[in-house]
């Protein structure tokens, strides 16, 4: 049956699932109200139906039409993401939008000006993990080498008070934890997917590396590894960290057998591609291959940390994959410190930090017998609604939105901190009452040897005590004292050469 009707007759509430062909005239501009109308016709049952809507040509009407239509695209890419066209890129007049990229999952797109300025640091991250989420390493290679430097630039500028950064903390104090218990014994580590060296720069915040642990850290990100050199030489003039731009799916040609003594991979396996081959070629199956090469290297007895986005599967699925270690790995599961960890240092009970947890040891070499790839699977958290995304209510993606840093942790009924702000703040402290204990034994030489006097020092004396920004006080009076130009209250703290 056909119909021919004016465009407002046809209103919601009439059902016209008997027409199989409707010619409208003077349709609605408004898109929403011409959704409206098709779905008067396109129902079940009546989906081969054609509508044609009639415009009068060379108007303002079609004119209008036009204009929705091109912002109805606009708004879509601006959902969805999509390709400019050529039209589009005269349109904006802009040569260059290398710096406009978005990724979304399996493609790469170039995002319109608009989508572009209306999404935020955090969301255009957000895509760039959705992307390298089960990438094989060439991939991830193609995708370093185009947007390497502006994944670096942006993950390393939100991880502190973003997810990464809680989970960082959340490592290192599980490391400073397992190296208290005596469960880590031995000082040579691999953070592999390290990203900025995110384990060796959190734990030179904790404790300066007085631990003397020696970390070699691999990451397929180059421009990652340069940040995070930077950023600890920042802290640390004399630093050389070890570092290898290269894949963790084989590292045949970088790391020999059994050399490490702990193994840090954080966020990362989950970027590997798992194969949906279930039997044939295993070892070439890539989150398969990463683990072989873990064990490999790790020394008999050592011990492997592995965590994961808490999104990144439930946590039925994280269990099965914890038991997958320990069937076909040659890994044994050090339950206390293994399951989902939580921040405790809020009371909230929708704003904390969250994230799974794995903490093994090996004890033997790996049998892949009965492995089924399936078991091995961490698949992001669905909702029916957005098709692969968050979900909506997930709280820790509120904590994140609100840039909450946390330092306290447990997993299971086992705590522990990383106080990193703290710890630098007493670490910078101790450092500086250590120099004064070092300078107040060379005033005490310079006192004695210029007859119980700071009045008429030597010049080269006075320009050492000048360039170490040492002032002296000496009021005769037997209480010598000196300030420091860097101490934060010389003032109000006058240093005795002889201790009170
Ligand atoms: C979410 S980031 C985590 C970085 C760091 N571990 C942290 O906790 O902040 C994932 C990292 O894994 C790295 N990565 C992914 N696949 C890799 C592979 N096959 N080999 C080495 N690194 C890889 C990425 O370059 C990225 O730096």
Redesign the pocket.
């Known amino acids: 049956m056909i119909i021919f009707a004016m465009g407002d007759i046809i209103r919601v509430g009439i059902n016209l699932s008997h027409i199989s062909r409707c010619i409208c005239l003077n349709p609605s501009w408004n898109k929403p109200d011409l959704a409206q109308l098709v779905k008067r016709f396109a129902r079940e049952g009546n989906e081969d139906v054609k509508i044609s809507l009639i415009v009068p040509c060379n108007t303002v009407h079609q004119a209008i039409v036009e204009h929705a239509d091109e912002k109805e695209i606009e708004s879509l890419i601006f959902k969805y993401g999509g390709a400019l066209t050529e039209e589009d890129l005269e349109k904006y007049e802009r040569k260059d939008l290398s710096d406009k990229v978005v990724v979304t999952r399996g493609r790469v797109f170039l995002g319109t000006l608009i989508r572009n300025s209306l999404d935020s640091d955090k969301r255009k991250l957000h895509m760039f993990?959705r992307y390298?989420d089960g990438?094989n390493?060439e991939e991830?290679e193609l995708f370093?080498e185009t947007y390497?430097h502006l994944?670096?630039e942006l993950?390393v500028k939100m991880?502190d008070r973003g997810y990464?950064?809680n989970?960082?903390r959340c490592?290192a104090g599980l490391f400073k934890e397992l190296e208290n218990e005596n469960i880590i014994s031995g000082r040579r580590y691999a953070?592999?997917?390290?990203?900025?060296m995110?384990?060796e720069n959190t734990l030179f915040d904790l404790d300066g590396n007085t631990k003397n642990r020696k970390i070699f850290n691999?990451?397929?990100?180059g421009h990652?590894l340069e940040t995070g050199r930077t950023i600890l030489k920042v802290k640390n003039a004399n630093s050389t960290p070890v570092i290898h731009s290269?894949?963790?799916?084989d590292m045949k040609d970088v790391y020999q057998d059994e050399y490490f003594d702990a193994i840090?991979?954080?966020?990362?396996?989950y970027?590997?591609k798992l194969g949906h081959n279930r039997k044939k070629n295993l070892h070439k199956d890539?989150r398969v291959h990463?683990l072989l090469e873990f064990n490999r290297i790790l020394k008999p007895g050592g011990v492997m940390v592995l965590?994961l986005?808490k999104n990144a599967c439930s946590n039925e699925e994280f269990e099965v994959f914890t038991e997958q270690m320990e069937k076909h790995f040659g890994f044994e599961i050090i339950t206390e410190y293994t399951g989902q960890s939580r921040s405790t240092d809020s009371s909230s009970s929708t704003n904390y930090f969250s994230s799974h947890v794995l903490v093994c040891r090996k004890i033997k070499a790996p049998s892949l017998k009965d492995l089924n790839l399936a078991d091995l699977k961490l698949t992001r958290t669905k909702t029916k609604k957005n098709g692969g995304a968050k979900k909506i209510n997930d709280p820790v993606e509120k904590d994140e939105e609100k840039g909450h840093i946390h330092t306290e942790f447990q997993i299971n009924n086992k705590n522990f901190e990383c106080d990193v702000a703290n710890a630098v703040e007493k670490r910078t402290q101790r450092a500086f009452l250590e120099n004064i204990e070092r300078i107040r034994a060379r005033l005490i030489r310079i006192y004695e040897d210029n007859g119980n006097s700071f009045n008429n020092l030597p010049k080269g004396t006075k320009a050492e005590l000048i360039l170490h920004r040492i002032r002296v006080i000496d009021y005769g009076h037997n209480k010598p004292g000196f300030i420091h130009l860097d101490d934060p209250n010389p003032v109000l703290r006058p240093w005795s050469i002889y201790e009170d």
């Open positions: 993990f390298m990438l390493k991830m370093v390497g994944f670096s993950y991880w990464g950064g989970n960082g490592v953070d592999l997917g390290c990203g900025h995110a384990l691999l990451d397929i990100n990652l290269g894949s963790f799916t840090n991979s954080s966020m990362a396996i970027c590997t890539e990463s965590t986005p």
